[in-house]
């Protein structure tokens, strides 16, 4: 009798406990999404995410929410959302954040190649180069819509340039 008094214990203990373990909701702003394409890619990428409910995707004020089973499911849909090619501002949230594995060092180059980011159509082109044109020393770009992978050149910080574009919601490595 006294085993079995225990072991309900323990299963109201780890019910309780479970119940109690709250989903952490997440809203990221200044996600790129120039057009609907780029809000179902958000969209699409989220909700393949084990853990992730509740996605909704707001093309218009370029920002995405949903809940995470936890901050390991948070990380998870961050992760998944830079490997797509998208950023945005966590907002200092607490126990995840997009990783800053762009691979760019702080200093000036001539020129600088960049993979990886979302880019579906000529609005994201136009929101690539928007980004980058307030880079100090940034001359010009070879961005073409469908093509993940941009030289940029001029006489700029590598590292201001990828602080540009993950402000302006791009995840990008630099390409060796």
């Given at each position: 009798m006294t085993r079995a008094c225990v072991l309900?214990?323990?299963?109201?203990?780890a019910l309780a406990g479970a119940a109690g373990a709250a989903e952490v909701p997440v809203e990221?702003?200044?996600v790129h999404m120039c057009c609907p394409g780029c809000?179902?890619?958000?969209?699409?990428?989220?909700?393949?995410?084990?853990?992730?409910t509740g996605v909704a995707v707001d093309q218009k004020t370029a920002t995405a929410k949903f809940a995470a089973?936890?901050?390991?499911?948070?990380?998870r849909a961050l992760d998944a959302l830079a490997a797509a090619g998208f950023h945005?501002?966590?907002g200092g949230a607490k126990g995840f954040a997009f990783k800053d594995d762009s691979g760019a060092k702080a200093g000036k180059v001539k020129s600088l190649t960049v993979?990886?980011?979302?880019?579906s159509c000529g609005g994201c082109v136009d929101s690539f180069r928007e980004a980058i044109k307030d880079v100090k020393g940034v001359a010009g770009d070879n961005?073409?819509?469908k093509v993940p992978t941009a030289e940029v050149t001029g006489d700029f910080d590598a590292a201001e340039?990828?602080?540009a574009l993950n402000k302006a919601g791009f995840h990008v490595k630099v390409k060796e």
């Amino acid at each position: 009798m006294t085993r079995a008094c225990v072991l309900a214990a323990v299963c109201v203990v780890a019910l309780a406990g479970a119940a109690g373990a709250a989903e952490v909701p997440v809203e990221l702003k200044g996600v790129h999404m120039c057009c609907p394409g780029c809000a179902k890619a958000v969209a699409g990428t989220l909700q393949k995410v084990e853990g992730v409910t509740g996605v909704a995707v707001d093309q218009k004020t370029a920002t995405a929410k949903f809940a995470a089973a936890d901050e390991k499911a948070a990380q998870r849909a961050l992760d998944a959302l830079a490997a797509a090619g998208f950023h945005g501002d966590t907002g200092g949230a607490k126990g995840f954040a997009f990783k800053d594995d762009s691979g760019a060092k702080a200093g000036k180059v001539k020129s600088l190649t960049v993979t990886g980011f979302h880019n579906s159509c000529g609005g994201c082109v136009d929101s690539f180069r928007e980004a980058i044109k307030d880079v100090k020393g940034v001359a010009g770009d070879n961005a073409k819509a469908k093509v993940p992978t941009a030289e940029v050149t001029g006489d700029f910080d590598a590292a201001e340039l990828v602080k540009a574009l993950n402000k302006a919601g791009f995840h990008v490595k630099v390409k060796e």
